[in-house]
C-alpha cells in the first residue's frame, strides 16, 4: 500500500522545479497491482485535492465562486497504458483520413469527418430508438456511448467502471487463461490504465466557474456546449482553449449504468500533438499555477489483470450490469462457465503439486 504522504510527495513539485518540468511530469503516475491500492490511491489523492482546494479558498486564489459540493473525481479506462486520453474522432481522422488522403487536392476537414458521422448516425439510428434524444447535444451524447467516432471524450465518475474496461480483456481473452502465472506480465505493451482527473479544476480553466455544464443549468449549459459543438469556442473561454466538462442527462441505460461523463474537445486539437494542446495543456497549466498535477495515470501491469478482474467480479461489476441486454447476459453465462473451468484446473494442479 502508498501511504498519503508518498502519494502527496509524487503529485506535488517544489516552485523552483516548476520550470524545468517536461510535459511527462506534469501527469502523475502510480502503478498498482491489486484492488485495494488501487482504492488506497484513489483516495489519498482525492484527498490531496480537496486539501488544495481549501487552500486557495483561503488564499483567496479561487478565480470562481466556490462549489460546496462534493469533489467527485472522473476516471477513464483504457486498455492499453500507451492510449492518451484524447477523442476517438481525432485518432480516427488522422490515421484514416488525413494520412490516406495527404496531398489530396480538396481533403476532408474534420468538421466534414464530424457532421458525417453524425447526420449518418441520426439518420440510420433512430428506428433503433425507444426514445428519441431532444437535442443534437443528446445525439451526441448517444453516439459516443455507442462507440461512433466523435470530438466527446467518455468518462465515468465510478472508479471502478474504468478499472472494469482497464482490465475486461483479461477475461475475454482464452489464451490469458491458459498462460496466466507465467510469462503474461511480461509483455509490457499490455499494461493497462485508468486515467483519473479533476473536473471542477478544468471547469474553472474553461469557464471561471467549479459548476459543470450539465442538467442544473440547462439553458447556460446548453449554450456553452452548443458553442463548443458550432464553432469550438466559447464567449467565456480565453485562447487556449481546454476540454470542456460535461455531466450529461441520462438518455440512455449505458450511460446511467456506466456513471458517464465527458469532456468535449475543440476542433483545433485535431491537427495538435497530444502534448501540445487538450488535456495536457491544462494538467500543465495547472501544474505551474498550484505546483499539482490534476491529470493522473493509474497503471495496471497485465500479470495483474486477470486477479483484479475477479476481486471486481465479486463487487458486482460485470459486463451485463453495464450492457444492459441480452448479448451481456449471454457472454456473462459464457464467461461464468468458462471462470469455473479455470478455478478446478488450478485447484487440481494446486493438489498436484502438493
Known sequence: MLDETRVEQRLATKEEVLQTLTDNNVIAEFHIESLGEYCSVIDHITAIWRKKIAERQTQKKHPAPFYCGELSPWFRGVSKANYQPEPRLFRFYQRAVKDRYKGHINPLKIEETESYFFQRFKTFGTPFLKKEPKSDIEWHFLMRHHEVPS?????????FVALYFATRKSLESINDFQQYGTDIGQQKGKDAAVWMI???????????????????????SFRVIDRYFTTGETTEVSDPIYPLPIIPDLIAPRIQAHIGRFTLHVRQDADRDFNSGGLMKFARDTHVEDGLSYLVKIVIPHKCHFSISRSLRSTGITDMNFTQDLDGLSGELSLRMHLGRTDHNRFVDELERE
Open 198 to 220: 479533476e473536473p471542477r479544476r478544468l471547469s474553472e480553466k474553461c469557464r471561471n466557474t467549479r459548476n459543470i455544464c450539465g442538467s442544473s443549468n440547462k439553458e447556460e
Open 151 to 159: 470530438r466527446l471524450l467518455d468518462w465515468s465518475k465510478g472508479s
